[in-house]
């Protein structure tokens, strides 16, 4: 049986990836309070302990205004801390990137196509991909946008059924386009490159490009509320109401695949939660 540890492990995909695969592999998933991937000494501790065969990197600093204000520590985090942990680690490296390496100019993006990340967050991310091609001897990096859940208070899924089901009226962008992602999709996915030994970058969304607002819409429909109380707003606008919302987003995002890979009905993806 495979050892996976996974770091930021409290986090959606983590929680997600080791609570499917718990009984396929040996699953370490540690939070930051149990492993600061910044700290080469706790690193050492857990690979020396644990020995894993594949590291699952999940820890990020994703707060993408905060890394704007504080791009060294953003850095820190999502680039120079994997080359501390390839430095103790040398299988399989899976990293969570994200379409933020990104102009957002011309998407959906395929893995082809060339970066230019337009903010502090895309690029540590894109820093932590190119440490990884050039320091790791066995890869696999993995591009995903707008992941959500039902439980996560960080997920824009919970964020949309909680205020709905409290009557709450909510302003949301509609001019950020994406194809969101649901976590256990994605961790079915990272099972299954890991089963065929893929290596190399994948980008991985659902079959539907749509604005923050349509993406709202669908949850209410799913779950049968008032719709009428998502208001749309554009970026632009949110930024002047929203002092803290100052980093640049990639407006017409979205990722696709040139390989084949299975595809996620987002439609589907929410049913499935909404029944569950």
Known sequence: MKKILITGGNGQLGHSF????????????????????TNKDEILKVIETFEPSIVLNCAAMTDVDNAELD?????????????????????LFIQI??????????????ENSPTNPINSYGQSKLAGEKI????????????TNVLFDIDSQASFLSWVVNSLKENKKINVVDDQINNPVFTDDLSD?????????????????????CSRYQFAQ??????????????P????????????????????????????????????????????
């Open 97 to 110: 990137s994200t379409d933020y390496v990104f102009d957002g100019e011309d998407g959906p993006f395929t």
């Open 71 to 91: 791009p060294k520590l953003a850095n820190e985090i999502n680039a120079s801390s994997i080359k501390k942990i390839l430095q103790l680690f040398d299988g």
């Open 18 to 37: 080791s609570s499917i695969y718990q009984e396929e592999y040996n699953i370490l998933s540690l939070g930051r309070d149990k492993l600061d991937i």
């Open 218 to 231: 669908m949850i209410g429909d799913v779950w049968d509320l008032n719709t009428n109380n998502i208001h």
């Open 233 to 276: 707003i554009k970026t632009s606008a949110l930024k002047k109401q929203i002092k803290t919302y100052i980093a640049n987003r990639p407006m017409k995002s979205g990722l696709t695949s040139i390989f084949d890979l299975p595809s996620i009905s987002l439609k589907k993806s929410l049913q499935k939660i909404r029944n569950s």
């Open 132 to 143: 990884i091609q050039e320091n790791a001897r066995d890869w696999l990096i993995i591009r």
């Open 189 to 209: 996915i990272i099972h299954l490159l890991i089963s065929k030994k893929m290596r190399g970058i994948y980008h991985i969304g659902s079959d539907t490009l």
